[in-house]
């Protein structure tokens, strides 16, 4: 395998060739089709990706996360262009809306994955460079990244839901393409109609948040990116496992993803001390362990135990061989499910490390 030698500043360069511009999107379904991009260009890595904005199934979002470094705490937060029929965790009838999740250390969850989420008036996103900053108007939720991808800011100020802080990501891996390094001419499909672009593999994370009275800080690892589509979530994807972690020197995301058209679809990429030495759509085995470790998932299955991942690096990197056993329950839903959990894993032969992770189980058919 390869050693893609590319450091942040490197990436930087990337996102010098097109100027700042912003799309304002109205709360409003467009009419006729949506068109994805899923070829990358020189830039804007975290932009909107969609043409004649928002149609009835179409989707684009961005999504951040943090998870502490005890895997106890995390906080995920979602601005969505969406209907409910293009993504089914959306308002109906709206186009636009954020969540928040919120899990504090004894175990209290905020917010249910399907309740509460926030319709704006109006969203207004600017690209500039390889970076994206997005106010979701009349929610109080907003997000600014920075040029070269280094740090992004979630800014959070809703007193009616008793809502107010910051999550702070500060980069320490490159981003990313499903099956490449961030590179123009990329394919952006990490399955079928359903793009992704990876601006934050793994980031330091500050939260600093104020939830109905009560202070969730803490420090621990974070993580930015987006997904797309041009047709319906659930047309496409029948089950998927996605997630990331840091373990020891590694920075890991996988998505294991079967289509509805019966194709296991796979992506994987690891850094080493922030230099990425595998990102590809192959090489890489994701399945649940323990307890409900039926594959391919169904609705009924209930929560695994956890998982494990085998990732093939080639060259003279090895096997790496994680095992990751879940903690804490971030999103406890049937079709939808989401935890923070312990990583242990190296390479085979090599020294064993530990980290914390936070991944996600779609599972559609019953």
């Known amino acids: 395998m390869q050693l893609w030698h590319l450091s942040l500043a490197a990436c930087a360069l990337f996102g010098s060739a097109r100027a700042a511009s912003t799309l304002v999107v ?22 909107p990706k969609l043409t004649n904005e928002v149609n009835a199934t179409s989707f684009d979002w961005w999504y951040f996360d943090a998870v502490s470094s005890d895997s106890e705490a995390a906080v995920v937060i979602v601005f969505y262009l969406s209907t409910s029929l293009g993504f089914p965790f959306v308002p109906s009838g709206s186009v636009l809306s954020v969540d928040i999740f919120a899990t ?6 905020i917010f249910d994955p399907l309740a509460d989420p926030l319709i704006g008036g109006s969203a207004t996103i600017t690209t500039n460079g390889d970076g994206a900053s997005g106010t979701w108007g009349g929610t109080g939720f907003s997000f600014e990244g920075a040029p070269d991808l280094s740090s992004y800011t979630v800014t959070v100020d809703n007193p009616v839901l008793g809502i107010k802080g910051t999550l702070q990501l500060n980069s320490v891996a490159p981003a990313h393409y499903p099956c490449s390094p961030k590179v123009a001419g990329a394919n952006l ?118 998982y494990q991942m085998t990732i093939d690096l080639g060259g003279d990197y090895g096997t790496l061989v994680v095992n990751i056993t879940t903690t804490t329950t971030l999103a406890p839903a049937t079709i939808y499910q989401r935890w923070a959990g312990d990583m242990t894993g190296g390479v085979t032969g090599g020294p064993t490390y530990t980290g914390p992770a936070l991944y996600e189980q779609f599972a559609f058919n019953s």
């Open 26 to 47: 109205p709360n409003k379904i467009a009419v006729g089709p949506s068109i994805a991009q899923f070829v990358s260009g020189s830039s804007a890595l975290d932009g």
């Open 104 to 109: 504090f250390p004894n175990g209290t969850l």
């Open 189 to 306: 499909e990490v399955s079928p109609h359903i793009g992704w672009a990876n601006a934050m593999p793994d980031a330091n994370a500050i939260a600093d948040f104020t939830i109905l009275g009560e202070k969730l800080q803490f420090n621990g690892v974070g993580y930015h990116d987006k997904n797309w589509g041009d047709e319906g979530f659930t047309t496409t994807v029948a089950s998927w496992y996605w997630g990331h972690g840091r373990l020891g020197p590694y920075s890991i995301v996988w998505f294991d993803v079967l289509g509805n058209d019966g194709i296991e679809y796979v992506s994987a990429y690891v850094a080493l001390n922030g230099a990425i030495i595998k990102t590809s759509c192959s090489g890489i085995k994701v399945r649940p362990t323990g307890r409900n470790s039926q594959y391919p998932p169904l609705s009924t299955s209930g929560a695994p135990e956890g």
